[in-house]
Structures are given as structure tokens and as C-alpha cells.
């Protein structure tokens, strides 16, 4: 597609249940990155995928969250027993070479925004 | 990657230039300035970015200071479409995109 791909767009679950969150990135880039933005803050770094290496996964900020990228493209966030506090807008980006090219920005989708309740 | 420190908000008028700060003092030899904007309820949008020499495109032009400490994000020509949030990031060699965004700066471009 034209540009990075996030479904669904809003949603709402109640507390305990588990949701998955699809990131679709641009046809081609390598690298894949989820943020959480929590309301009125700036992002936060979830979890980076590069490639076929190992996702570094040190924002993830506890093990109900989880996230894969399956055959390199598209990338789920899965958030286990949800809490009130994981209620955030999640943010996808992609961008077209790894972290030891400079010159590259990131672009990202429209983001989940997801209501616990 | 190094921090930065914006203002938290700043206000323009139409058709002004807003000139954005940004301090970047622990910014290391290798490491890129970023900017990027966030309009109400959409993704982040990638602005410009540089290394040492000052840098322009279509959207802006980025004015960083010799001991690259410091930079200035440049709108020329501010509409009301400009009024958003704009975050400065420095990206260092390893770990791509991985630097946290901090609050950036809230820039309301006023008729």
C-alpha cells in the first residue's frame, strides 16, 4: 500500500479480555516499529523489528504484551488480560533500512486507538 | 541517543515564520536531528532532518548551530494548518527509531 496500514482504528475492550492490534507496513521496508502514545504524552518505544534478526523487545513494559511479524511484513501487538492503564493510541511505523543507515526517516500509520473499560 | 529539550508550547500568527528550538547539548558526532509533527488524532509525520549543514525542503528548513547543540525547525509561511505538535529526536547508529519521543512542542498558529 501507499503508506503504513493500522487496523482496527478504534477499539474498545473490556478489562481482562485480550486484543490484537495489525500493523501493515510499506511494501519493502525492513524494519517495523509499535509505540504507545498515552493521552497529551509523546510516544513510546514498544518493540523494533528488523529484518529476520531477533525483535528487540526493551520497551515493552510488561509480559501481557507481545508482538510478531510474520514472513517479514505484517506485524501484530498482542496485549493479554488488558488493564485500564494499557487505554493508549498504538502507533506503528516502518521505514525502509535497518539502524545502520542514518538516512532513512520512519513513517508511520493512523494508529489503535484502544479504550480498556 | 541523546535527549532533547523543547518548549511546551508556542504560539504563531498566520502567515508568520514559527521557528521551533530544540537543545540538543550531549548530541554525540554520528547521531541525526529529526523532526517530526503530529497533527490532532493522526501518526507522526516526518518533517526534515540534518547532520551539521543547515537543510530545506518543501515543508521547512533546519537551521543547526555549528557546535550542532542546538537547532531551529523553520516554517516559513505558518498556516492554520500547521498547528500541532512537533517533536525533535536525535537518532543515534543503533537501535533505528527506537528513541523515545518526549512531549515536543504545541505550536498554535493563530488567524
Known amino acids: 500500500g501507499a503508506g503504513v496500514s493500522q487496523s482496527p482504528s478504534n477499539k474498545v475492550t473490556e478489562k481482562g479480555k485480550d486484543v490484537e492490534l495489525r500493523c501493515d507496513p510499506i511494501s519493502g521496508h525492513t524494519a517495523l516499529y509499535w509505540y504507545r502514545q498515552s493521552l497529551g504524552q509523546g510516544l513510546e518505544f514498544l518493540i523494533y523489528f528488523q529484518g529476520n534478526s531477533a525483535p528487540d523487545k526493551s520497551g515493552l513494559p510488561s509480559d501481557r504484551f507481545s508482538a510478531e511479524r510474520t514472513g517479514g511484513s505484517v506485524s501484530t501487538l498482542t496485549i493479554q488480560r488488558t488493564q485500564q492503564e494499557d487505554s493508549a493510541v498504538y502507533l506503528c511505523?516502518?521505514?525502509?533500512?535497518?539502524?545502520?543507515?542514518?538516512?532513512?526517516?520512519?513513517?508511520f500509520g493512523q494508529g489503535t486507538r484502544l479504550t480498556v473499560v | 541517543d541523546a535527549k532533547t529539550t523543547q518548549p511546551p508550547s508556542m504560539d504563531c500568527a498566520e502567515g508568520r515564520a514559527a521557528n521551533l528550538p530544540c537543545n540538543h547539548s550531549?548530541?554525540?558526532?554520528?547521531?541525526?536531528v529529526y523532526w517530526y509533527r503530529q497533527i490532532h488524532s493522526q501518526g507522526p509525520q516526518y518533517i526534515i532532518h540534518?547532520?551539521?549543514n543547515n537543510e530545506t525542503n518543501e515543508m521547512a528548513s533546519l537551521i543547526i548551530t555549528e557546535d550542532r547543540k542546538s537547532s531551529t525547525l523553520i516554517l516559513p509561511h505558518a498556516t492554520l494548518r500547521d498547528t500541532a505538535v512537533y517533536y525533535c529526536?536525535?537518532?543515534?547508529?543503533?537501535?533505528?527509531?527506537?528513541?523515545?519521543f518526549g512531549a515536543g512542542t504545541r505550536l498554535f498558529v493563530k488567524a
Open positions: 529526536i536525535v537518532r543515534g547508529r543503533t537501535g533505528g527509531f527506537k528513541t523515545i
Open positions: 540534518g547532520l551539521k
Open positions: 511505523a516502518s521505514s525502509l533500512r535497518g539502524p545502520a543507515t542514518m538516512n532513512t526517516e520512519a513513517f
Open positions: 550531549t548530541i554525540s558526532g554520528n547521531e541525526y
